[in-house]
């Protein structure tokens, strides 16, 4: 007896506090995967850059053999301001030299990959009022830019999801959730297809030292809003047309970006995950609302019968002074 009542107690217990219990999992698995995250970068690249640091230790020594007459402090001097300009998206290199990073194409591109987000880091202001304007552009465009993207993604999806659900649901009978779904999932095997794979092929034939994998990479990283910068497009030496290419890239960053917001607002608005969200939202007490209202409305009404009150004693001061008229009896003045 004791034990059923226990075991009923923690039931009650746990449904009552559900949704604290769920977000609670949500994070610990959240924070369980960062560190698997962690673990599998670190346990994958960790090798590849104790090789990488390895050669470039041989090539140092090396190089300091055969030209005696230059010393190590003066070599890592050199290498130190090379690698210091290379940060800010300028190289010394003959074949990088002839590509300018703040003509006006360049600056269209960067001033994108700001306001989206992106921010692929391989050209960075260098002067102080370039900096000082990137903040300010920054603190404007970015959410000029969200309310953007939000407008033109709430227009293009009344048109490429709801209409298209609700007319097969309407018009052929079918499931509302089951149109959603299959919907769902054709739209996002478009978009990958439209913006992932055929990009990919097309950056794999215009980039030289790009694969395809190398390719469909960036295109992720981009239109994730990551943007690592470690494959940039158009900066290769001697790119042809690479103005328009710019201008292209820019153009295929904005709509890629605005297709994926596009497909994750028509899988937001799915049943099963609308209902999987709101299980670690936290559920509001009806009481408390019903309490709230009830006492919104009273203090409405309080404060309607006050300037009620107000306006008609306002009213009676308006009003001129009349001596109020002596009373009349009955038995007349012979009487009085």
């Not at 920054?138 to 298209?164: C, D, E, M, Y």
């Not at 919907?183 to 030292?209: K, N, Q, R, Y």
Request: aromatic share 14%; hydrophobic share 45%; net charge negative.
């Amino acid at each position: 007896m004791l034990q059923s009542l226990a075991g009923s107690s923690c039931v009650r217990l746990v449904e009552r506090h559900r949704s604290a219990w769920c977000f609670g999992f949500l994070v610990l698995g959240y924070l369980l995967y960062l560190v698997f995250g962690a673990v599998v970068f670190s346990s994958v690249e960790l090798p590849y850059e104790d090789l990488l640091r390895q050669e470039l230790r041989k090539l140092k020594r090396r190089f300091l053999e055969e030209h005696e007459c230059l010393s190590e402090p003066q070599l890592e001097q050199f290498l130190g301001r090379v690698l210091e300009a290379s940060n800010y998206g300028v190289s010394v290199l003959s074949n990088a030299s002839g590509n300018w990073n703040w003509d006006f194409t360049s600056a269209l591109f960067f001033a994108s990959t700001v306001l989206s987000t992106t921010g692929y880091g391989h050209t960075v202001p260098l002067s102080d009022g370039g900096k000082a304007f990137c903040i300010i552009y920054s603190v404007i465009g970015i959410p000029f830019t969200l309310l953007f993207l939000t407008a033109v993604v709430q227009r293009i999806t009344v048109h490429v999801t709801r209409r298209p659900v609700l007319y097969f649901h309407v018009r052929w009978g079918f499931s509302k959730q089951a149109v959603a779904i299959v919907h769902a999932v054709l739209l996002g095997l478009v978009t990958v297809s439209c913006f992932f794979f055929i990009p990919a092929a097309v950056f794999s034939v215009l980039e030289d030292d790009w694969n395809f994998l190398e390719s469909f990479y960036f295109c992720f990283i981009s239109l994730s809003t990551i943007g690592l910068g470690d494959y940039v497009p158009g900066e290769g030496y001697n790119q042809k047309f690479r103005e328009l290419y710019k201008i292209g890239i820019t153009c295929y960053l904005l709509l890629g970006l605005i297709a994926m917001l596009v497909v994750l607002e028509t899988f937001c608005e799915l049943h099963e995950l609308k209902k999987f969200r709101k299980m670690f939202y936290v559920k509001k007490d009806k009481d408390e609302d019903q309490a709230h209202i009830m006492e919104h409305d009273q203090l409405s009404f309080s404060s309607i019968a006050d300037q009620a009150a107000g306006l008609k004693e306002d009213q009676k001061q308006d009003e001129p002074f009349v001596t109020p008229p002596s009373p009349v009896h009955a038995d007349g003045p012979t009487n009085h």
